[in-house]
């Protein structure tokens, strides 16, 4: 079975700081991660992932992830937070036998204080 | 710029009614997948097509839920009867396997809601 934690129902922090949301998962074999954003009463948008090589994945709107092997984790990062960077962040990850859809997180809400 | 749509938008309906939402996929996109989304449960994975072959239905109720692929360019989700627990936001996504990966495209969701 594979499953993802993000630990936190919610993060804040002051604009101009940087953010961190964690994220763990549980996997067989390879995993593929992946992060998702979504804006009020909007669908899900993807904003990076990790298939294999470099541990640091940059994505969209200046956010990046840090695949740790060791630690099953997958954080995202961004080093200076904007109030539109406020949304519902979703963590996901699938094996790497492409028989399994992806597993979401529960969602960890980002909210950027001025 | 190419998107997942879903119809309706928004869709509230009486206790034992049928409903049905519709999904169209990315043109080219192989692979569908329909979500539900609560406060309580968060993202669940309903089912899946690849091909327009159903792949995995085991996150649907069986009694009442059934997901199809009349053609490429469609996915419907049908419910009935419907029940005031199924009120929630229903995502369709759409995604190319290559082999390796797919990334899955949401489309805007329906918002059900069962009175």
């Known amino acids: 079975a594979q499953s993802v934690a993000q630990p936190e129902d919610q993060v804040n922090v002051a604009e101009g700081n940087p953010l961190t949301v964690k994220c763990t998962y549980s996997?067989?074999?390879?995993?593929?991660l992946f992060w998702y954003v979504q804006y009020p009463n909007r669908g899900l948008q993807f904003l990076l992932k990790y298939i294999t090589g470099d541990n640091l994945v940059k994505g969209s709107y200046g956010f990046e992830a840090e695949f740790n092997k060791s630690q099953t984790s997958f954080h995202l990062k961004k080093p200076s937070a904007l109030v539109s960077d406020s949304a519902l962040y979703f963590c996901a990850v699938r094996d790497g036998t492409g028989r399994r859809a992806l597993t979401f997180g529960s969602g960890t809400r980002l909210q950027v204080q001025p | 710029d190419a998107r997942v749509t879903q119809t309706p938008r928004h869709k509230v309906t009486e206790m034992g009614q049928e409903v049905t939402m519709r999904c169209q996929p990315i043109l080219g996109h192989n692979t569908v997948f329909w979500y539900r989304q609560t406060m309580m449960q968060g993202l669940e994975l309903l089912a899946y097509f690849r091909n327009r072959a159903p792949l995995d239905d085991s996150g649907m109720p069986k009694d009442r839920f059934s997901a199809e692929m009349p053609d490429a360019t469609l996915a419907t989700l049908k419910i009935q009867p419907s029940e005031p627990r199924d009120s929630a936001v229903y995502f369709c996504?759409?995604?190319?396997?290559?082999?390796?990966?797919?990334?899955?495209?949401f489309g805007p969701g329906t918002r059900l809601t069962v009175l």
């Open positions: 996504a759409s995604g190319l396997v290559t082999g390796t990966s797919v990334e899955q495209f």
């Open positions: 996997v067989s074999g390879n995993p593929y």
